[in-house]
C-alpha cells in the first residue's frame, strides 16, 4: 500500500475545462495544496482566466480576482496593500499567470512587484507560448519551436530567439526567493510553495507546465514529458535564496533528442539543428552548476 | 470652520484624500500632478495619513493596484495626468466594469505631441466613454470637497461606480488659493468607512470577473448605465448634505451664474469659468445680460439642466477646451444631443478656446460674446469656430 | 446554471459562485481507463497525477470518476504496474 505524498484535500474541482493532460491544471492542483485555503489569487488573461468555465463557475476553493492582461505583478501589489491596510498581514497573497503574461506584456508590473519588495508570491506556469489565445509564441517559447507566429513553412521561420531566463531576471532584482518547479515532481513542488509562504517579501516560483495541444504531443505524455525535459536538461528545477544557487534535480544525463522527438512542435528539426540545441543545454547546464558552487561559496564567505 | 490654509489645488487633492481616510493609494508621478503625491508621501511619513502607498511603476499598474486593493475591500485612490491616464484607459474601462468606487483625481494637461505640461482637457474628454463619473472644479475647495463628496457618491450601493476630479494644470495644481479643511470628525460622520457588499474573503471564497457569454454580458453593462444615471441624483444629494455639514454646496450637477434672464449663455468646464463670470458681471453692467452654466458634472451628462437652460435662453455657446477632431467638440456635441429632442432650439455654437494651456483671457470671452450677440442679430452661420489661434475664425 | 429574469437577480458584477464541478465533462471522453484491481498496488501515482481530479481514493483504492475523467491516459501512462487499460470510449 503506497503512501500519498501531498496534502490529500483539493482546493481545485473536477469540471473545469483544460484540455485533456493539461500541465497548467495540475500545477494549480499542487500550488492550492501547497499553500492551502488562507490565500488570495490574481490571474491575468491566460489559459487559467477561461479554465474555470463560464460565469457563474469557478474552479477554485480560495478568492479569485481576474485583472487585466499584464497587470499580475500590480494587481496583487493592490491586493497585498489592501489587507495589510485591513490588518490581515497573514493572508497569503499570490499571483497566478503564464508566460506571455509575465515574460512579456507582464514583465512590467512583475519587476514593479519585485522591486517594490511586495510581500507576495508570483507564479508563472510556463507553457511555454501564448496558448491561451492560440499558441503564439512569446519569450518563454523555446528556440526550435513551431508556433502559429513562428510557423516553418518554406522560409524555415521557427523561432530562432533563445528562451528568456525569467529566472536570471528575478535573482538580477535580489529576490529573497526564486524556484523552478516540475509539475512531474508535485512533492518538490509543494514543498517550495510552503517555503515561499513563510518568506516575507517577493517571491518568484516558475512552474514548468506541459501543454498537449500547443505542443502537439499525446495528452497521456502530460507528466511524463515533464519528467524528460528534467532528465534531458530542457528544464533545470532549482532554487535560488537570497542569490545562493542550489540544485535540487540532477539530469539523467538522457539526450536531447528523447525529449525533443515526442513533440510534433520540433519535428522540422534537422539532427544538426538538435546537436545545436544540445550544445546549448549543455553550455546551460555547465553554467548553472558553476553559478551553485560560485554562490554557494560566496554565501560561505560571507 | 475647518482651519484655513494656503494650498495648491495638488495639495488640496492630496487633503482630500487624506481626510477621505483613502487606504491604498497607488500613484505614478507625472506633471503636473507629481506634487499630489510627494504630499501624500510626506503625510505617510510624517503619521497623518494611514495609508499604504504603493509606488508603481507606471499609470497603468496604478489603476490595476487600486482595482484590486478596492476589490480586497479597501479605499483606494489615486492622480494622475494626460499621458497618465491615457496610459490607463484599458484599466478605466475595468474599474467602471468591476464596479469599483476609486476616487482619482486628474490634473488636466494637454496630450502630446506637441509635448506640452498646460491645461486643456483633451485627456479626460477622451475618457468619456469608460463609465467613470467626472466633475471639472474651478477652484482649489473644490477639488478637495468633491473628492471626499466623490467617494460618497461612487460608494453609493446604487452608484458603485469610479470617479475622477479634474482640476486645470497649473492653474489649480500649482496655484495657492486659501481654503478652508473640513474637521475630520465632520468628515468621518459624512463619510463612513469603506463596506462594500462583495470583496475577496477567504471565509467566503468567490471568483472576481470572470467569463461572460453573450447571453449575459448586455445586463452587467445596462446595470452599469442605470448606476450612471442614478449618480445624478445621488450628486444633487450629496451636494446638498455637504453643504448641510460644511457650509459650503456647489449646485449639483451645474452651477448656474446669472441664467435667470440671460439673453445669451455661456456654457464652460474648469477655472475658464471663473474669467468668464468676471466677464459676465462686466457685461451686465454695460447692459447686456449674459449668463453662464459651468459644466461641473461632464458624466453623467445634465441633460436636464441643459433643457431648463435651452428653455430660458435662445443663445447659446459652448467653450471646448479640447479638440475633439471630426466635428465639433465633446462639450458642444452632447450639449447638442441633450437639448435636440426637448421642444426648445436655441442656436448653440461651439467655441475651440484654450488648447495647450493658452489662456482664456477675458478679452477672449468678450470676444465670444460679441459674437453670440452676433448670432442673436444675425443668426447661426458657422457652428463651430476655432478662438484665438493663427488662421482661426475669431 | 440558474436563470436569471429579472435584471435585479444580476450580482453588480460577475462573481462566480458555482463550484465548476457542476459541468461534468465526462463527456470529452473517446477513450475510457479501466483499473486492474487486482494488479494495482495501491501506490496512487494515478490519483496524485490527475489533472481533472477524477480519482478518488475509495476505502484505500484509486476509484476513477467517470463523471468528469477526460480520457487524457496520463493515469494509463504514469502506473507503475501498467494495471489501467484506455479502452475505447462505447458509443
Known sequence: ?302 | MGERIMVTGNYSAAYGSKLSRAQVVAAYPITPQTTVVEKIAEFVSEGYMDTKYIKVESEHSAMAACIAASNTGARAFTATSAHGLALMHELLMWACGARTPIVMANVNRAMGPPWSVWADHQDSVAQRDTGWIQFYAESNQEVLDMIIQCYKVAEDPDVMLPAMVNEDAFFLSHTYEAVELPDQELVDEFLPPFEPKEKLDIDDPKGFGSLVMPEQYYEFRYKIAQAMDNARHKIRKVDKEFKEKFGRGYGGLVEFYKCDDAEVALIVAGTAASTAKEVVDYERAQGRKVGLARIRAFRPFPYEEMRILAKRIPIIGVIDRSITFGFGGAMFAEVKSAIYNSEHSPAIKDYFTGIGGRDITPAVVTIIIDDLYNVAENGLDKEIVYVDVIGGDL | MTEYEKLDDFPLTPITTTPSSANKTGGWRTLRPIIDEKKCIKCYMCWKFCPDVAIDIVEGKPVINYDYCKGCGICAHECPVNCIEMEKEAI
Not at chain 1, 45 to 71: D, K, S
Not at chain 1, 104 to 116: F, H, K, T, W, Y
Open chain 1, 1 to 302: 500500500m503506497g503512501k500519498i505524498t501531498i496534502p490529500e484535500e483539493e482546493l481545485m474541482s473536477s469540471g473545469h475545462v483544460g484540455c485533456h493532460g493539461c500541465g497548467a491544471v495540475l500545477a494549480m492542483r499542487y500550488v492550492l495544496k501547497g499553500l492551502g485555503k488562507k490565500t488570495i489569487m490574481s490571474i491575468p488573461a491566460c489559459c487559467w482566466a477561461v479554465m474555470p468555465g463560464v460565469w457563474p463557475h469557478r474552479a477554485l476553493e480560495i478568492p479569485l480576482l481576474n485583472t487585466a492582461f499584464e497587470t499580475t505583478g500590480a494587481s496583487i501589489s493592490g491586493i497585498r496593500a489592501a489587507l495589510d491596510a485591513l490588518g490581515k498581514e497573514d493572508i497569503t497573497v499570490v499571483g497566478f499567470a503564464g508566460d506571455g503574461g509575465t515574460a512579456d506584456i507582464g514583465i512590467q508590473a512583475l519587476s514593479g512587484m519585485v522591486e517594490r519588495s511586495t510581500n507576495a508570491i508570483y507564479i508563472m506556469y510556463d507553457n511555454e507560448a501564448y496558448m491561451n489565445t492560440g499558441i503564439q509564441r512569446s519569450s518563454a517559447t523555446p528556440r526550435g519551436a513551431w508556433t502559429t507566429t513562428t510557423p516553418v513553412g518554406t522560409q524555415g521561420t521557427w523561432k530562432k530567439n533563445p528562451k528568456k531566463n525569467l529566472m536570471d531576471i528575478m535573482v538580477a532584482h535580489k529576490i529573497p526567493y526564486a524556484a523552478t518547479a516540475s509539475i512531474a515532481y508535485p512533492e518538490d513542488l509543494i514543498r517550495k510553495l510552503t517555503k515561499a509562504k513563510e518568506i516575507q517579501g517577493p517571491k518568484f516560483i516558475h512552474i514548468y507546465a506541459p501543454c498537449p495541444t500547443g505542443w502537439r504531443l499525446a495528452p497521456e505524455l502530460g507528466v511524463d514529458i515533464a519528467r524528460l525535459a528534467v532528465a534531458t536538461k530542457a528544464f533545470f528545477v532549482y532554487e535560488v535564496e537570497n542569490g545562493v544557487y542550489k540544485i535540487n534535480l540532477q539530469p539523467k544525463d538522457k539526450p536531447l533528442s528523447e525529449y525533443i522527438k515526442l513533440q510534433g512542435r520540433f519535428r522540422h528539426l534537422s539532427e544538426e539543428q538538435i546537436n545545436e540545441l544540445q550544445k546549448a543545454v549543455d553550455w546551460e547546464w555547465e553554467r548553472l552548476q558553476k553559478l551553485e558552487k560560485f554562490t554557494q561559496a560566496l554565501y560561505k564567505r560571507s
